[in-house]
């Protein structure tokens, strides 16, 4: 008898467990809108001045170079000799023939 009440028991609790249970959403609360400016607040103090920095050291002037020397001239070539009854005439290269 023990079975028998023990096998209703089992299959009750496996059908329960197995209902669909809502999930529990939270909803935020809806977000602050801001109000109007308020009036304008009073200036602040001014400032203290920064203090002035030391001038800087005045440089030195170095010394003059001297000047070069002059180069020497080179020696003078042969003169050439005159040409011969030789004409050479230079033909511009022909034109590229056009893609296709």
């Known amino acids: 008898m023990n079975?028998?009440?023990?096998i209703p028991?089992?299959?009750?609790?496996l059908?329960?467990?197995?209902?669909?249970k809502p999930t529990?959403?939270?909803?935020?609360?809806?977000?602050?809108?801001?109000g109007p400016a308020g009036p304008a607040g009073t200036p602040g103090s001014q400032g203290a001045t920064g203090s002035q920095g030391e001038p800087g050291s005045q440089?030195?002037?170095g010394?003059?170079?001297?000047t070069g020397y002059t180069g020497s001239e080179g020696s003078q070539g042969e003169?050439?000799?005159t040409g011969g009854d030789?004409?050479?005439?230079?033909?511009?290269?022909?034109?590229a023939e056009p893609a296709k």
């Open 15 to 20: 059908s329960l467990s197995a209902c669909d």
């Open 79 to 81: 003169t050439g000799k």
């Open 59 to 61: 440089g030195v002037t």
């Open 63 to 66: 010394s003059q170079g001297e």
């Open 24 to 34: 529990v959403v939270n909803v935020p609360p809806p977000a602050a809108v801001p």
């Open 86 to 95: 030789t004409t050479v005439i230079v033909m511009p290269p022909a034109p």
């Open 3 to 6: 079975h028998s009440i023990l």
């Open 9 to 13: 028991a089992f299959l009750a609790m």
